[in-house]
């Protein structure tokens, strides 16, 4: 090792809501503090057009991308340093922890785990192409965008289903597209949806292609048992419907692997003050084995981790 490197005390992976309130407090109660993040700070919130949910957020104007970019300059005024590197290798198990990137190898007395989780893609043609102009994966914030159209679900599991319920406050019409015909969610969940009179469903169907001119304005189904495809088109007067992907999440945990315990779907187990199994290394955020994934629980996650390290580096002595 470089006797001449800096050591960190904490060493935070991932720039979302919960690395970002990490950085804060940890910043703010006098420990050092490094951010390394693979691309734009902000994590799945930089790319959501508007933040209506996070307590005292009403600025004019304010986008996620606005948020979190302030959320990154406060963590800044207190002392955090960001780099921006894609980290390869992560060496956890020893005293000093080590991220090893594309550009540098850090090191650290802490580690926290803050990179999220993504959502698993529909997997039909044009998906990217219409990503934040008619397909979303967060109906929390943006479904409001689609009042009074018809909107589409993909997936049948809780999320699919309890997202579609929500969905109907705002569409004209929901409808579940699901590769069998039957739903993967609890019992009452189904029971919600199949009472409600806004939501239909596509059975044995999954979304093949989504379309349009700038926005999205229709689909191609595929029956999986018949094969036969079926073309949806917007209404000409709306011009656009929305496709909302639930078909499940893939943690982005893959880096560490083996080296902190997991559930079986590669989400990180933590305790409730956020110490993952390995000594010194801390998770928050998406990545966590938890049932609420939005920005206030990733930056309590956070703030909970900051302050746990704090705790246990005098622990420590
Ligand atoms: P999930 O339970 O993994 O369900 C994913 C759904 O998408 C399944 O219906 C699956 O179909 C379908 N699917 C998967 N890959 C697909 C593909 N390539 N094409 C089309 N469909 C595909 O994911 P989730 O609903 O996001 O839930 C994740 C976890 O969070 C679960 O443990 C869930 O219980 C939990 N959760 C709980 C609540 C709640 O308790 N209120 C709410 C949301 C989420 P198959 O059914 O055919 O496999």
């Given at each position: 090792?470089?006797?001449?490197?800096?050591?960190?005390?904490?060493?935070?992976?991932?720039?979302?809501?919960?690395?970002?309130?990490?950085?804060?407090?940890?910043?703010?109660?006098?420990?050092?503090?490094?951010?390394?993040?693979?691309?734009?700070?902000?994590?799945?919130?930089?790319?959501?057009?508007?933040?209506?949910?996070?307590?005292?957020?009403?600025?004019?104007?304010?986008?996620?991308?606005?948020?979190?970019?302030?959320?990154?300059?406060?963590?800044?005024?207190?002392?955090?340093?960001?780099?921006?590197?894609?980290?390869?290798?992560?060496?956890?198990?020893?005293?000093?922890?080590?991220?090893?990137?594309?550009?540098?190898?850090?090191?650290?007395?802490?580690?926290?785990?803050?990179?999220?989780?993504?959502?698993?893609?529909?997997?039909?043609?044009?998906?990217?192409?219409?990503?934040?102009?008619?397909?979303?994966?967060?109906?929390?914030?943006?479904?409001?965008?689609?009042?009074?159209?018809?909107?589409?679900?993909?997936?049948?599991?809780?999320?699919?289903?309890?997202?579609?319920?929500?969905?109907?406050?705002?569409?004209r019409k929901v409808t579940i597209v699901h590769r069998r015909d039957q739903l993967r969610a609890v019992q009452s969940i189904q029971?919600?949806?199949?009472?409600?009179?806004?939501?239909?469903?596509?059975?044995?169907?999954?979304?093949?292609?989504?379309?349009?001119?700038?926005?999205?304005?229709?689909?191609?189904?595929?029956?999986?048992?018949?094969?036969?495809?079926?073309?949806?088109?917007?209404?000409?007067?709306?011009?656009?419907?929305?496709?909302?992907?639930?078909?499940?999440?893939?943690?982005?945990?893959?880096?560490?692997?083996?080296?902190?315990?997991?559930?079986?779907?590669?989400?990180?187990?933590?305790?409730?003050?956020?110490?993952?199994?390995?000594?010194?290394?801390?998770?928050?955020?998406?990545?966590?084995?938890?049932?609420?994934?939005?920005?206030?629980?990733?930056?309590?996650?956070?703030?909970?981790?900051?302050?746990?390290?704090?705790?246990?580096?005098?622990?420590?002595?």
């Open positions: 090792m470089d006797m001449n490197k800096k050591i960190y005390d904490v060493m935070i992976l991932g720039a979302g809501p919960a690395g970002l309130s990490a950085a804060l407090y940890a910043a703010r109660g006098g420990l050092s503090v490094l951010v390394i993040e693979k691309g734009v700070s902000g994590g799945q919130i930089a790319a959501t057009d508007a933040v209506e949910n996070y307590p005292g957020q009403m600025l004019e104007g304010e986008t996620g991308e606005s948020l979190s970019e302030r959320m990154a300059l406060q963590a800044e005024h207190f002392g955090a340093v960001r780099v921006q590197d894609v980290i390869t290798e992560a060496v956890l198990d020893g005293e000093i922890k080590e991220f090893r990137g594309q550009k540098e190898t850090y090191s650290g007395r802490f580690a926290v785990l803050a990179m999220g989780a993504s959502p698993r893609p529909i997997g039909c043609k044009g998906e990217m192409q219409f990503k934040g102009s008619g397909i979303s994966y967060c109906a929390t914030c943006d479904g409001n965008f689609f009042t009074g159209l018809d909107v589409y679900v993909a997936g049948g599991g809780d999320a699919a289903v309890e997202e579609a319920v929500y969905l109907t406050r705002f569409a029971d919600l949806a199949f009472k409600n009179p806004k939501i239909d469903f596509l059975w044995d169907s999954v979304v093949e292609e989504a379309f349009g001119e700038g926005v999205l304005q229709g689909l191609i189904i595929r029956n999986v048992k018949t094969g036969e495809q079926t073309r949806i088109s917007a209404d000409p007067s709306e011009g656009m419907i929305g496709l909302f992907g639930f078909v499940g999440n893939i943690p982005n945990s893959s880096l560490v692997n083996g080296t902190v315990e997991m559930d079986e779907r590669g989400y990180i187990r933590t305790d409730e003050d956020m110490r993952t199994s390995l000594k010194g290394v801390y998770a928050a955020g998406d990545i966590r084995v938890k049932t609420v994934r939005q920005v206030v629980t990733a930056a309590a996650d956070g703030a909970i981790a900051a302050v746990s390290i704090s705790a246990d580096w005098q622990m420590d002595g």
